[in-house]
Structures are given as C-alpha cells and as structure tokens.
C-alpha cells in the first residue's frame, strides 16, 4: 500500500530542527512512531476512559477512530509491554501511566475488508475457544 507523505519541519525540538511526516491514511500506531510520523497526542484521555463503563466512540469517517483504537490496544496489551517507553516514551500517558498498562490480552479484530463479519468472526470464535472446553454461540444467530 503506498502512503502519501507531508513534510512538515519543527523547529522546537532540543537539539535542532526534526522533519516529521503527515502519513495520510495510516491507522497503525505503531508504524506512526517507526516513520516519526506526526500525530496529535490525545493519550490524556486514557484514564478518563477507564473509569468509564462502556465507552463508545461515535466520530463521523475520517476522524481517527481506528488509530485511537490500535493507540489503546498498543497501551492495554501484554504483548505490547517490552516496546512500552518506545510507543509511549514521548507521550502524556508514557509519563503517567495508569495501573492497566500492558495487562490485557489483547484480540484485535479488523472487519474493514471482510464481507461477512458475523460468519468470520463465529469462525474465529470457534477456532479460539471452541476446543477449550467453553460453550460458544453462534454469532450470525445474535447479530442477524
């Protein structure tokens, strides 16, 4: 996938100027902080949302719902623990981390490209924790 880049320079970080890019269309945090991508860090927000029972995110297309979500899923997940200081180091929340930090396990799911979401993901269910003894229901059932 070929990503359209915007070169913006700052000339207020310590030890002279820095080029970040503007990466047009990336949702992947983590491939923002590998490019020094350019991104507004709204990590503040991270300890409110925990407090919060179900939260909800409602923004129209465009907004940054899906960065925001892999942005929580980098900070909540186990397997995320050992790049912590490398994806959060220069954020708010990298300074003021919260008890939850790296510890959930984490199931990310993408339904951007799939036609039918409720078979896949009754599928992946199955596939996950069918053979471990749980009771699984099929998920088209529910959703249709």
Known sequence: MAYRYILVEFAFYPGGKMKKRILYGVANYEEIVAENGYFIDKTRYIPRLEIIKNP??????????????????CYYSIR??????ELFGHTWIGQNPTAL?????????????????AAVLNLYVIYCFGNQGFRVFDVTEVVS
């Open 80 to 85: 995320m623990k050992d790049r912590f200081d």
């Open 56 to 73: 909800v995110f409602l923004r129209p297309r465009r907004f940054g719902k899906s960065l925001w979500c892999r942005i929580l899923e």
């Open 101 to 117: 930090k790296n510890a959930f396990i984490v199931l990310h799911l993408d339904f951007s490209t799939v036609e039918e979401p």
